[in-house]
């Protein structure tokens, strides 16, 4: 497997289309807290044959470079303009190749122009709230969607759902990471790293660190934006396939949103015997049960 890389306001965007042929559909993959693009591999290897796939580390991810945050308008406006730049435009064979030219705009930088292949887009984590809410603003790019593990989390629905205990535990490893993002150096890199491993997380060490802390300290202090009154409800626009572990202390999703998804047939929802990371605990199963709802 050798994928080609672009860059895209300095942040390096892989794709594989290798295997498959030139008329595939193009699924983006999106990752979440405290991963890089490295957690897709296993999907990577597994679709290619069936999908152009794409996948890139999140702005303030990539722990190489310069700390910085982003906020939840500026990361819906990246994977646009990711999508744009991987997904053929109407009528075309193939994606652009190469570099980007210089936007002059960052991640704010307006539209390259022309309609483009709608794609699907596989979520997990904080991936799927800046996923979705990249939909939502877009939703003329995303044909369908896979997401794993996070579904209506920051819905009142969902909170109100919450038990006392659970709200606690959630604020405990939360504001651990908050505090890791505000004391950043060294010392706010052990935090992360020893918050990761508490929570089993599967990344490589090495590339943990607080800069990936960010989203929290948005979501929680209101910092780059923050999330209160940013977010779009989350009211699909497509079909989606929801996978999610059963064997975890809490849900990141709501009972009723999961019914509202099952008395809809152009959804599905499915469990796995697993924790957090599906598609890395129960990948065989995981893939197997996306490419039948994806093919159906």
């Not at 809410?133 to 997401?147: C, D, E, G, Y």
């Not at 790293?193 to 300290?217: E, F, T, V």
């Not at 409800?233 to 396939?241: A, D, G, I, S």
């Amino acid at each position: 497997m050798s994928e080609k890389t672009i860059s895209l306001d300095g942040i390096e965007v892989l794709i594989e289309d290798s295997a498959c042929g030139p008329q595939a559909e193009t699924l983006v993959m999106i990752h979440g807290w405290p991963d890089t693009y490295r957690i897709w591999d296993a999907q990577v290897e597994f679709f290619r044959p069936h999908f152009r796939c794409v996948r890139f580390t999140l702005p303030g991810f990539d722990i190489r470079q310069p700390r910085q945050g982003y906020s939840l308008a500026q990361l819906s406006e990246h994977i646009r303009r990711v999508i744009e730049q991987v997904s053929p435009q109407q009528g075309n064979a193939g994606p652009p190749q190469g570099s980007l030219p210089p936007s002059g705009g960052g991640l704010g930088s307006p539209s390259l122009g022309g309609a483009h292949q709608p794609v699907t887009l596989m979520l997990h984590d904080w991936g799927c709230v800046f996923g979705f809410q990249a939909l939502l603003r877009h939703p003329q790019l995303v044909r369908r969607v896979v997401a794993i593990d996070v579904g209506d989390a920051s819905s009142p629905e969902f909170l109100r759902s919450l038990s006392g205990k659970t709200k606690l535990m959630i604020a405990s490893y939360q504001l651990s990471l908050v505090a890791a993002w505000r004391l950043g150096g060294g010392l706010g890199d052990r935090l992360t790293r020893a918050m990761a491993r508490a929570l089993k997380c599967p990344a490589d060490p090495q590339h943990i660190g607080a800069a990936m802390n960010y989203p929290y300290d948005m979501q929680w202090t209101g910092s780059f934006g923050g999330l209160k009154g940013q977010m779009l409800p989350l009211k699909l626009p497509c079909p989606l396939f929801f996978a999610y572990g059963r064997k975890k202390p809490f849900m990141f999703h709501s009972q009723a949103w999961v019914e509202g998804l099952q008395a809809q047939a152009q959804h599905q929802v499915q469990g796995f015997d697993c924790g957090h990371w599906v598609m890395r605990e129960q990948a065989q199963a995981f893939n197997q049960a996306a490419l039948r709802w994806l093919q159906a």
